[in-house]
């Protein structure tokens, strides 16, 4: 099973952008689907982007509604990292931002999963 960290949040204003990095130990990180999720304060936490693996070298990216054309989230197998790259960033983006890794792709963002401790995004406006 992976361990997860993840690291890049910081305080930005309104259209910046930031990178944000999860890096995961374990061998078969390539075989793990990984999403992204937030949590604002006083709000549940939510979805914001995943990559899949089907198989091969083949993965593919989706991402909440609220953040298409704006996230782009890609991974690098050899570092064993995922970036969620922010660009347009708005001040309700603000949240704690965690990477979730799982096998199974469809229980991402499950609590079953692996989780990193989070990573705090804060947009002003």
């Known amino acids: 099973q992976v361990q997860l960290v993840e690291s890049g949040g910081g305080l930005v204003q309104a259209g910046g952008s930031l990178r944000l990095s999860c890096a995961a130990s374990?061998?078969?990180?390539?075989?793990?689907?990984m999403g992204w999720f937030r949590q604002a304060p006083g709000k549940e936490r939510e979805f914001v982007a995943q990559?899949?693996?089907?198989?091969?070298?083949?993965?593919?990216?989706s991402y909440a509604d609220s953040v298409k054309g704006r996230f782009t989230l890609s991974r690098d197998n050899a570092m064993s990292t995922v970036y969620l790259q922010m660009n347009s960033l708005k001040p309700e983006d603000t949240a704690v931002y965690y990477c979730?890794?799982?096998?199974?792709?469809?229980?991402?963002?499950?609590?079953?999963?692996?989780w990193g401790q989070g990573t705090q995004v804060t947009v002003s406006s």
């Open positions: 374990g061998r078969t990180f390539s075989m793990y689907h």
């Open positions: 979730n890794a799982n096998r199974d792709s469809r229980l991402l963002g499950s609590p079953g999963g692996t």
């Open positions: 990559i899949t693996w089907s198989g091969g070298s083949v993965y593919y990216a």
